[in-house]
Protein backbone atom coordinates (compact mmCIF):
# COMPACT_ATOMS: atom_id res chain seq x y z
CA UNK A 1 0.00 0.00 0.00
CA UNK A 2 2.81 2.42 0.88
CA UNK A 3 4.11 1.63 -2.64
CA UNK A 4 0.92 2.58 -4.08
CA UNK A 5 0.65 5.87 -2.16
CA UNK A 6 4.11 7.31 -3.40
CA UNK A 7 3.50 6.15 -6.88
CA UNK A 8 0.18 8.18 -6.20
CA UNK A 9 1.70 11.11 -4.94
CA UNK A 10 4.28 11.31 -7.32
CA UNK A 11 1.51 12.23 -9.87
CA UNK A 12 -0.91 13.78 -7.89
CA UNK A 13 0.35 17.44 -9.04
CA UNK A 14 -0.20 16.94 -12.54
CA UNK A 15 -3.49 14.90 -12.16
CA UNK A 16 -4.70 17.77 -10.01
CA UNK A 17 -3.84 20.79 -12.78
CA UNK A 18 -5.77 18.16 -15.39
CA UNK A 19 -8.85 18.13 -13.51
CA UNK A 20 -8.89 21.26 -12.47
CA UNK A 21 -8.49 22.91 -16.21
CA UNK A 22 -11.49 20.36 -16.80
CA UNK A 23 -14.06 21.00 -13.84
CA UNK A 24 -12.96 24.98 -13.37
CA UNK A 25 -13.56 23.89 -9.40
CA UNK A 26 -10.57 23.46 -7.41
CA UNK A 27 -13.08 21.56 -4.50
CA UNK A 28 -14.56 19.27 -7.38
CA UNK A 29 -10.87 18.42 -8.59
CA UNK A 30 -9.41 17.81 -5.00
CA UNK A 31 -13.04 15.09 -4.76
CA UNK A 32 -11.92 13.73 -8.27
CA UNK A 33 -8.18 13.23 -7.03
CA UNK A 34 -9.73 11.66 -3.92
CA UNK A 35 -12.11 9.42 -5.71
CA UNK A 36 -8.97 8.53 -8.28
CA UNK A 37 -7.02 7.13 -5.66
CA UNK A 38 -9.38 4.93 -4.38
CA UNK A 39 -9.93 3.77 -7.70
CA UNK A 40 -5.61 3.08 -8.14
CA UNK A 41 -5.37 1.38 -4.67
CA UNK A 42 -8.30 -1.09 -5.68
CA UNK A 43 -6.58 -1.57 -9.19
CA UNK A 44 -4.62 -4.71 -10.20
CA UNK A 45 -1.81 -2.75 -10.45
CA UNK A 46 0.07 -5.51 -12.17
CA UNK A 47 -1.81 -5.40 -15.28
CA UNK A 48 -0.53 -1.51 -15.38
CA UNK A 49 2.03 -0.88 -17.52
CA UNK A 50 2.27 3.19 -17.31
CA UNK A 51 1.09 4.35 -14.29
CA UNK A 52 0.79 8.02 -15.93
CA UNK A 53 -1.43 6.63 -18.33
CA UNK A 54 -3.54 4.79 -16.15
CA UNK A 55 -4.42 7.69 -14.17
CA UNK A 56 -5.15 10.25 -15.94
CA UNK A 57 -7.89 7.75 -18.17
CA UNK A 58 -8.95 7.52 -14.41
CA UNK A 59 -9.19 11.06 -13.88
CA UNK A 60 -10.47 12.09 -17.11
CA UNK A 61 -13.15 9.54 -17.01
CA UNK A 62 -13.90 10.99 -13.46
CA UNK A 63 -14.31 14.64 -14.93
CA UNK A 64 -16.30 13.71 -17.78
CA UNK A 65 -18.88 11.92 -15.46
CA UNK A 66 -18.97 15.42 -12.81
CA UNK A 67 -19.31 17.71 -15.74
CA UNK A 68 -22.15 15.90 -17.00
CA UNK A 69 -23.96 16.89 -13.37
CA UNK A 70 -22.43 20.23 -13.48
CA UNK A 71 -23.76 21.89 -16.94
CA UNK A 72 -27.25 20.98 -15.10
CA UNK A 73 -25.70 23.35 -12.09
CA UNK A 74 -24.42 25.82 -14.16
CA UNK A 75 -27.66 26.69 -15.90
CA UNK A 76 -29.47 27.70 -12.69
CA UNK A 77 -26.18 29.30 -11.39
CA UNK A 78 -27.09 32.85 -9.58
CA UNK A 79 -25.65 35.61 -11.84
CA UNK A 80 -22.37 35.37 -13.96
CA UNK A 81 -20.24 32.15 -13.59
CA UNK A 82 -16.55 32.19 -12.82
CA UNK A 83 -14.29 29.36 -12.07
CA UNK A 84 -12.35 28.85 -8.72
CA UNK A 85 -9.80 31.44 -8.35
CA UNK A 86 -6.18 29.92 -8.12
CA UNK A 87 -3.35 32.35 -7.10
CA UNK A 88 0.31 32.18 -7.73
CA UNK A 89 3.21 34.25 -7.60
CA UNK A 90 4.23 33.17 -10.90
CA UNK A 91 2.18 32.87 -13.93
CA UNK A 92 0.73 29.40 -15.29
CA UNK A 93 -0.15 30.45 -18.80
CA UNK A 94 -1.33 27.29 -20.17
CA UNK A 95 -4.62 28.13 -19.32
CA UNK A 96 -5.33 31.53 -18.47
CA UNK A 97 -9.19 32.57 -17.19
CA UNK A 98 -10.71 33.83 -20.57
CA UNK A 99 -9.75 30.31 -22.09
CA UNK A 100 -11.22 28.95 -18.84
CA UNK A 101 -14.38 30.96 -19.58
CA UNK A 102 -14.48 29.80 -23.48
CA UNK A 103 -13.85 26.26 -22.31
CA UNK A 104 -17.33 25.90 -20.91
CA UNK A 105 -18.90 27.01 -23.91
CA UNK A 106 -17.24 23.07 -25.15
CA UNK A 107 -18.92 20.31 -25.04
CA UNK A 108 -17.44 17.70 -21.88
CA UNK A 109 -15.66 15.62 -24.33
CA UNK A 110 -14.56 18.92 -26.84
CA UNK A 111 -12.94 20.16 -23.64
CA UNK A 112 -11.24 16.90 -22.44
CA UNK A 113 -9.64 16.59 -26.31
CA UNK A 114 -8.53 19.75 -26.21
CA UNK A 115 -6.75 19.97 -22.60
CA UNK A 116 -5.48 17.14 -23.16
CA UNK A 117 -4.07 17.26 -26.35
CA UNK A 118 -3.13 21.10 -26.73
CA UNK A 119 -2.23 21.71 -22.94
CA UNK A 120 -1.07 18.37 -21.63
CA UNK A 121 0.88 16.94 -25.07
CA UNK A 122 -1.14 13.90 -25.07
CA UNK A 123 -1.53 11.54 -28.10
CA UNK A 124 -4.82 11.49 -30.03
CA UNK A 125 -4.24 7.42 -29.54
CA UNK A 126 -4.01 8.32 -25.50
CA UNK A 127 -6.72 10.42 -25.52
CA UNK A 128 -9.09 7.90 -27.51
CA UNK A 129 -8.35 5.25 -24.45
CA UNK A 130 -9.47 7.82 -21.89
CA UNK A 131 -12.59 9.35 -23.95
CA UNK A 132 -13.62 6.25 -25.08
CA UNK A 133 -13.49 7.53 -28.95
CA UNK A 134 -11.21 6.27 -31.92
CA UNK A 135 -8.27 9.13 -32.39
CA UNK A 136 -9.73 10.21 -35.65
CA UNK A 137 -12.97 11.31 -33.60
CA UNK A 138 -9.98 12.78 -31.09
CA UNK A 139 -8.48 14.63 -33.23
CA UNK A 140 -11.83 15.94 -34.52
CA UNK A 141 -13.20 17.02 -31.07
CA UNK A 142 -10.17 18.85 -30.50
CA UNK A 143 -10.06 20.72 -33.67
CA UNK A 144 -13.58 21.88 -32.99
CA UNK A 145 -12.74 23.39 -29.77
CA UNK A 146 -9.45 24.76 -30.98
CA UNK A 147 -11.64 26.86 -33.51
CA UNK A 148 -14.32 27.42 -30.57
CA UNK A 149 -11.75 28.97 -28.39
CA UNK A 150 -8.89 30.65 -30.83
CA UNK A 151 -9.62 34.20 -29.87
CA UNK A 152 -9.25 33.72 -26.03
CA UNK A 153 -5.90 31.48 -26.39
CA UNK A 154 -4.01 33.86 -29.10
CA UNK A 155 -4.70 37.12 -26.55
CA UNK A 156 -1.78 38.69 -25.64
CA UNK A 157 -0.76 40.00 -22.31
CA UNK A 158 1.59 42.43 -21.20
CA UNK A 159 4.69 41.63 -19.39
CA UNK A 160 4.19 40.20 -16.07
CA UNK A 161 5.75 43.23 -14.08
CA UNK A 162 4.36 45.98 -15.49
CA UNK A 163 0.93 43.47 -15.15
CA UNK A 164 1.57 43.58 -11.29
CA UNK A 165 1.66 47.70 -11.66
CA UNK A 166 -1.42 47.93 -13.83
CA UNK A 167 -2.83 45.79 -11.11
CA UNK A 168 -2.04 48.12 -7.96
CA UNK A 169 -2.97 50.93 -9.78
CA UNK A 170 -6.26 49.34 -10.38
CA UNK A 171 -7.00 48.78 -6.75
CA UNK A 172 -5.91 51.95 -5.32
CA UNK A 173 -8.33 53.68 -8.12
CA UNK A 174 -11.27 51.30 -7.03
CA UNK A 175 -10.69 51.69 -3.59
CA UNK A 176 -11.37 55.51 -3.74
CA UNK A 177 -7.94 56.61 -3.33
CA UNK A 178 -7.62 58.41 -6.80
CA UNK A 179 -11.27 57.48 -8.69
CA UNK A 180 -10.30 59.71 -11.22
CA UNK A 181 -7.61 57.42 -12.32
CA UNK A 182 -10.34 54.06 -13.13
CA UNK A 183 -11.48 56.11 -16.88
CA UNK A 184 -7.54 56.11 -17.71
CA UNK A 185 -6.75 52.34 -16.64
CA UNK A 186 -10.36 50.55 -18.81
CA UNK A 187 -10.47 50.01 -22.33
CA UNK A 188 -13.39 51.07 -24.19
CA UNK A 189 -14.84 48.30 -24.72
CA UNK A 190 -13.92 46.65 -21.07
CA UNK A 191 -16.14 43.94 -19.14
CA UNK A 192 -16.55 43.47 -15.69
CA UNK A 193 -17.45 40.37 -14.33
CA UNK A 194 -18.85 39.96 -10.86
CA UNK A 195 -19.51 35.91 -9.50
CA UNK A 196 -21.48 35.70 -5.97
CA UNK A 197 -23.21 32.93 -6.32
CA UNK A 198 -25.79 34.48 -4.52
CA UNK A 199 -24.07 33.88 -1.37
CA UNK A 200 -22.61 37.63 -1.33
CA UNK A 201 -24.15 41.17 -3.54
CA UNK A 202 -22.45 41.29 -6.51
CA UNK A 203 -23.56 42.74 -9.60
CA UNK A 204 -26.41 40.48 -11.21
CA UNK A 205 -25.05 40.66 -14.98
CA UNK A 206 -22.01 41.34 -16.94
CA UNK A 207 -21.44 45.12 -17.48
CA UNK A 208 -19.62 46.46 -20.39
CA UNK A 209 -18.47 49.68 -21.58
CA UNK A 210 -15.57 51.93 -19.84
CA UNK A 211 -18.53 54.40 -18.61
CA UNK A 212 -20.64 51.98 -17.29
CA UNK A 213 -17.82 50.21 -15.69
CA UNK A 214 -16.52 52.78 -13.86
CA UNK A 215 -19.61 54.10 -12.75
CA UNK A 216 -20.31 50.81 -11.26
CA UNK A 217 -16.78 50.97 -9.41
CA UNK A 218 -17.72 53.70 -7.87
CA UNK A 219 -21.07 53.24 -6.63
CA UNK A 220 -19.24 49.86 -4.45
CA UNK A 221 -16.65 51.52 -3.01
CA UNK A 222 -19.56 54.52 -2.06
CA UNK A 223 -21.89 51.76 -0.92
CA UNK A 224 -19.01 49.75 0.30
CA UNK A 225 -19.28 49.76 4.73
CA UNK A 226 -15.58 50.08 5.71
CA UNK A 227 -12.23 49.71 2.92
CA UNK A 228 -10.94 46.03 2.16
CA UNK A 229 -7.06 44.90 3.29
CA UNK A 230 -4.90 44.32 0.50
CA UNK A 231 -3.91 40.30 1.28
CA UNK A 232 -1.39 39.96 -2.22
CA UNK A 233 -1.03 40.86 -5.47
CA UNK A 234 -0.22 37.68 -7.61
CA UNK A 235 -1.60 36.11 -10.72
CA UNK A 236 -5.04 34.79 -10.70
CA UNK A 237 -5.39 32.24 -13.12
CA UNK A 238 -2.85 33.80 -15.35
CA UNK A 239 -4.18 37.03 -14.82
CA UNK A 240 -2.81 39.58 -12.89
CA UNK A 241 -4.49 40.81 -9.74
CA UNK A 242 -5.03 40.50 -6.03
CA UNK A 243 -6.78 39.26 -3.26
CA UNK A 244 -8.51 41.41 -0.35
CA UNK A 245 -9.70 40.77 2.49
CA UNK A 246 -13.65 42.75 2.51
CA UNK A 247 -15.31 44.58 5.08
CA UNK A 248 -17.45 41.82 5.61
CA UNK A 249 -14.26 39.88 6.62
CA UNK A 250 -14.33 37.33 3.72
CA UNK A 251 -11.89 36.68 1.09
CA UNK A 252 -12.35 38.56 -2.48
CA UNK A 253 -9.77 37.91 -5.79
CA UNK A 254 -9.62 40.38 -8.56
CA UNK A 255 -8.05 39.41 -11.93
CA UNK A 256 -7.30 41.78 -14.95
CA UNK A 257 -7.00 40.93 -18.66
CA UNK A 258 -4.60 43.70 -19.97
CA UNK A 259 -4.13 44.74 -23.46
CA UNK A 260 -1.94 47.24 -24.87
CA UNK A 261 -1.33 48.85 -21.53
CA UNK A 262 -5.13 48.77 -21.24
CA UNK A 263 -7.75 46.72 -18.88
CA UNK A 264 -9.77 44.81 -20.69
CA UNK A 265 -11.75 42.43 -18.45
CA UNK A 266 -12.23 42.33 -14.69
CA UNK A 267 -13.31 39.43 -13.01
CA UNK A 268 -14.40 39.25 -9.41
CA UNK A 269 -14.60 36.31 -7.63
CA UNK A 270 -16.84 36.89 -4.35
CA UNK A 271 -18.79 33.35 -3.88
CA UNK A 272 -17.23 32.06 -0.55
CA UNK A 273 -17.54 28.65 -1.77
CA UNK A 274 -15.00 29.15 -4.29
CA UNK A 275 -12.26 31.06 -2.08
CA UNK A 276 -12.53 28.42 0.74
CA UNK A 277 -9.70 26.83 -0.29
CA UNK A 278 -7.79 30.04 -0.10
CA UNK A 279 -8.95 30.48 3.36
CA UNK A 280 -6.67 27.66 4.30
CA UNK A 281 -3.73 29.66 2.99
CA UNK A 282 -4.30 33.36 3.49
CA UNK A 283 -5.30 34.68 6.49
Not at 37 to 43: G, M
Not at 146 to 167: C, F, P, Q, S, W
Request: charged share 30%.
Amino acid sequence: MTDSASTFDLHRPGLLRVAYRMLGSMSDAEDVIQEAYIRWAQAERAAVRVPAAFLRRIVTRLCLDHLKSARVRREAYDGPWLPEPVVEEEPVEDVTLPLMLALERLSPLERAAFLLHDVFGESFEDIAASIDRDAAACRQLASRARTNVRKERARYTVDHEHGLEIASAFFQASQGQGTGHLGALLAEDVRFHADGGGKRPAVARILEGAHVVRRALIAITRLREGRPKLVRYGFVNGLPGFVTREPDGMLQTTALLIEDGLIRAIYVTRNPDKLRHLERTMH
